[in-house]
């Protein structure tokens, strides 16, 4: 079964915003463009997983990648620190977690 990358994304942009608060304004472009991108690779790892083309070892790498590419894509936008880019990083993945670990049947958030 797939989820909805959009809807995905979605959760995820409003749990961001939520963390960064006054700042959003600021990420909000490069934001929303990597949270998408999060977003598809939780449906790629599902639908790779579900083929049995990758283990739960490799599913979770991949989505750490990801992870740490949007985390290091906040660092760099001007006045954003490392603890409110991690914090915006967590808030995406605890928004997403539920759905994501249930559909792949394994915690990989």
């Known amino acids: 079964m797939n989820f909805d990358v959009s809807a995905l994304t979605t959760t995820m942009t409003e749990a961001v915003r939520g963390a960064i608060g ?11 463009k990597e949270l998408g991108k999060l977003a598809q690779t939780l449906e790629d790892v599902r639908d790779l997983h579900a083929r049995g083309t990758i283990d739960e070892g490799r599913a ?3 989505v750490e990648i990801q ?10 936008v001007k006045g954003i620190g490392i603890l ?14 539920e759905v994501v670990n249930r559909l792949l049947g394994f915690k990989v958030i």
């Open 84 to 97: 409110t880019a991690r914090g915006a990083v967590d808030a995406a993945g605890r928004a997403a977690a």
């Open 67 to 76: 992870r740490n590419t949007l985390l290091t894509v906040l660092r760099g």
């Open 22 to 32: 006054d700042r959003w304004s600021t990420v909000r472009e490069l934001a929303e």
């Open 60 to 62: 979770w790498d991949i």
